[in-house]
């Protein structure tokens, strides 16, 4: 599991910067990763609990900290906010434009 979700600390620092909440970035990680992985984004609810576990000890975020599933515009915002604009390696490539 460490191989293939373990957030580098660059992509930690990232979602920390874009997200308000903890939860909202229990939700970003998972979906970075996954994208990274598969080249696609899973709903928020078809993380496996152990991944969350995962990412949420990596993180050191609380353990109380819920994935937030949110409806279609809060997905659209975070998959906007992975890909527009932003400095970070996907598939090993940087993708998007520094601000």
Same mark, same amino acid.
């Not at 979602?15 to 080249?39: F, V």
């Not at 609990?49 to 599933?69: H, I, K, N």
């Given at each position: ?14 979602a920390?910067?874009?997200? #308000?909440? #903890?939860? #909202? ?31 949420r ?43």
């Amino acid at each position: 599991m460490h191989l293939f979700f373990a957030p580098t600390p660059e992509e930690a620092a990232w979602a920390a910067e874009r997200m #308000d909440a #903890d939860g #909202d970035q229990l939700a970003l990680l998972p979906a970075l990763k996954s994208y990274q992985r598969m080249g696609r984004f899973p709903r928020p609810e078809e993380y496996p609990e152990a991944v969350v576990d995962f990412v949420r000890g990596a993180e050191e975020l609380p353990e109380a900290t819920q994935v937030l599933v949110g409806g279609r515009t809060a997905v659209r915002k975070r998959r906007a906010g992975l890909l527009a604009g932003n400095r970070i390696a996907i598939n090993g490539v940087r993708r998007g434009t520094s601000r």
